[in-house]
């Protein structure tokens, strides 16, 4: 059975760059729904499978694919914030891959917020590792599940759904990021570095 992630802090530990009402309409109904349609989907796989019955196959991992991204990019997401003041820094061996990946420090922090501004509808803005190109990449995700790239693993995830701001924010995402960037918790993105790149 999966489970919704235990936090570090407390809704109002993150006002005012996120208001505590909206974390927990965001966590508390979204997310919670997300794993709950996961758990239930899971489940009648488990019958389909007992059962030898396979007919609704295609419905059922569609389901799969929408809330089990849902489930798994919010679980990243709220991990990978923390209340101010964050004074933490990605590490000097990130920081020297993010200059050779991307050509600059300067070149990353402007395509994240171009790709976080830019993104078409509801989703994500990635950062992470493709072990198979063996390159730090920037993606978008639609929704949960399309443009995924296979073999990808997140160290900073960003939702940018409107569900994710508009009760604080409005129609203002710029802001929404900007405000963001004071929580983001780069110790978390540097740990996830070092489990998948460094020996």
């Given at each position: 059975?999966?489970?919704?992630?235990?936090?570090?802090?407390?809704?109002?530990?993150?006002?005012?760059?996120?208001?505590?009402?909206?974390?927990?309409?965001?966590?508390?109904?979204?997310?919670?729904?997300?794993?709950d349609?996961?758990?239930?989907?899971?489940?009648?796989?488990?019958?389909?499978?007992?059962?030898?019955?396979?007919?609704n196959?295609?419905?059922?991992?569609?389901?799969?694919?929408?809330?089990?991204?849902?489930?798994?990019?919010?679980?990243?997401?709220?991990?990978?914030?923390?209340?101010?003041?964050?004074?933490?820094?990605?590490?000097?061996?990130?920081?020297?891959?993010?200059?050779?990946?991307?050509?600059?420090?300067?070149?990353f922090?402007?395509?994240?917020?171009?790709?976080?501004?830019?993104?078409?509808?509801?989703?994500?803005?990635?950062?992470?590792?493709d072990?198979?190109?063996?390159?730090?990449?920037?993606?978008?995700?639609?929704?949960?599940?399309?443009?995924?790239?296979?073999?990808?693993?997140?160290?900073?995830?960003?939702?940018?759904?409107?569900?994710?701001?508009?009760?604080?924010?409005?129609?203002?995402?710029?802001?929404?990021?900007?405000?963001?960037?004071?929580?983001?918790?780069?110790?978390?993105?540097?740990?996830?570095?070092?489990?998948?790149?460094?020996?």
């Amino acid at each position: 059975m999966y489970e919704m992630i235990k936090l570090k802090y407390n809704y109002k530990d993150l006002e005012p760059y996120y208001d505590s009402s909206m974390f927990n309409y965001h966590y508390n109904v979204l997310y919670k729904g997300y794993t709950d349609n996961l758990n239930k989907i899971t489940n009648e796989f488990d019958v389909d499978r007992k059962t030898d019955n396979f007919t609704n196959i295609q419905s059922l991992s569609k389901r799969m694919s929408f809330n089990a991204n849902a489930y798994i990019l919010h679980s990243l997401f709220f991990e990978n914030l923390i209340p101010m003041p964050n004074k933490t820094l990605l590490s000097t061996e990130l920081v020297n891959h993010i200059k050779k990946d991307f050509g600059s420090y300067d070149s990353f922090i402007d395509e994240l917020n171009a790709s976080l501004l830019n993104i078409e509808g509801p989703g994500w803005v990635v950062f992470g590792y493709d072990k198979f190109l063996d390159k730090l990449l920037i993606t978008q995700i639609e929704k949960h599940q399309e443009m995924p790239l296979v073999d990808f693993i997140p160290l900073l995830v960003i939702d940018v759904w409107e569900h994710s701001y508009y009760l604080q924010y409005k129609t203002d995402k710029k802001e929404y990021i900007r405000n963001l960037f004071y929580i983001l918790d780069f110790n978390v993105v540097t740990d996830r570095y070092n489990k998948i790149y460094l020996p």
